[in-house]
């Protein structure tokens, strides 16, 4: 008896010893991350002038938002998130599980080209948006090599066509997370015993196939992880468009994004007179939090369906 009560008074100390530790992370979380939450769900039912919330509004900011003309800027942007999300899907997951394929067969010099995949991750996006803008501009360095190579002649403006800016923006943001995917899949490559592929090379499965068949389902977890972390940047990309094409998403809004839209509307610097509308603003912004939520809880869901146990 004495015994047992010692223990519960252990547990009992441990705890509020746990929630001693707790504590502080809890305050910092709940200042700066769920307090404005709150305050940003409760100021989208309010009409605002400048920074002052005057009175009720009910539903109007979220039927304001999707009705012209904010409609238009809001479904534009929405369609750009998700091009740019399959678009990394495409070229940066994609690619990054084919080149970590390929350093998993040649294990030698795996290490080397891992660090030369990751180097660009270690540079900011207001870096690299304004690198390859100086190097994508018309007179710039590219233009110079695809002239010279006679791949290109003129001008190059692949900047400023509205058909092929959004493509130009979504292989620089690829470009720039590389390394990730090839880093989170060498090592998962890596986690699986050498004697499954071992057993697939006996049954005369080439490399093609058992990276269909054996590798891809047992990387599930970090395709999920990938997945939902790609789904989550592009949503919330502002960086590289701000830095390329500026806060309206030249030229003419063709690479405008939702947080860029939110930008210009809680800053001033949507329409001609550039006023300040923080009610459609934070409306947008509950809007953002509603998809990135649901969607990152369906993909969680869904790839936790999908995982192989060995």
């Known amino acids: 008896m004495i015994a047992r009560r010692r223990k519960s008074s252990l547990q009992r100390t441990q705890q509020r010893m746990a929630v001693l530790f707790i504590l502080p992370a809890l305050a910092v979380y709940s200042l700066f991350v769920l307090y404005p939450l709150l305050m940003s769900l409760w100021g989208s039912f309010f009409v605002w002038r400048g920074l002052r919330m005057l009175e009720y ?35 940066q997951n994609g690619l990054g599980l084919l080149f970590a394929w390929l350093l998993f067969l040649r294990d030698k010099g795996a290490a080397f080209f891992q660090s030369v995949f990751f180097f660009p991750a270690v540079l900011s996006p207001v870096i690299v948006g304004a690198l390859w803008r100086l190097l994508l501009a018309p007179g710039g360095t590219i233009e110079w090599m695809l002239n010279s190579l006679g791949l290109h002649h003129g001008s190059l403006t692949v900047l400023g066509n509205s058909h092929t800016a959004l493509a130009m ?52 977890p970090a395709i999920g992880t990938l997945t939902t972390l790609s789904f989550i940047n592009t949503f919330n990309q502002f960086d590289i468009v701000y830095v390329m094409q500026g806060v309206q998403g030249n030229p003419s809004y063709s690479t405008d994004t939702l947080v860029t839209y939110f930008y210009r ?13 923080i009610g459609l603003a934070l409306a947008l912004g509950t809007l953002l939090f509603l998809i990135l939520s649901i969607g990152t809880l369906l993909m969680l869901r869904f790839f936790d369906r999908r995982t192989v146990q060995l």
């Open 169 to 220: 923006l979504i292989a620089v943001d690829a470009w720039n997370w590389m390394g990730l995917p090839v880093l989170i899949y060498t090592a998962g490559l890596r986690q699986i015993s050498g004697q499954i592929f071992e057993a697939a090379r006996l049954d005369g499965a080439g490399s093609g196939r058992m990276l269909v068949s054996v590798a891809l389902p047992l990387l599930m």
């Open 57 to 91: 509004a009910g539903m109007s900011n979220f039927t304001r938002l999707f009705v012209f003309p904010s409609g238009g800027r809001l479904y534009g942007a929405l369609w750009h998130n998700v091009a740019w999300f399959f678009g990394i899907m495409l070229f």
């Open 265 to 277: 509307l809680a800053f001033g610097a949507e329409g001609a007179v550039g006023i300040t509308d």
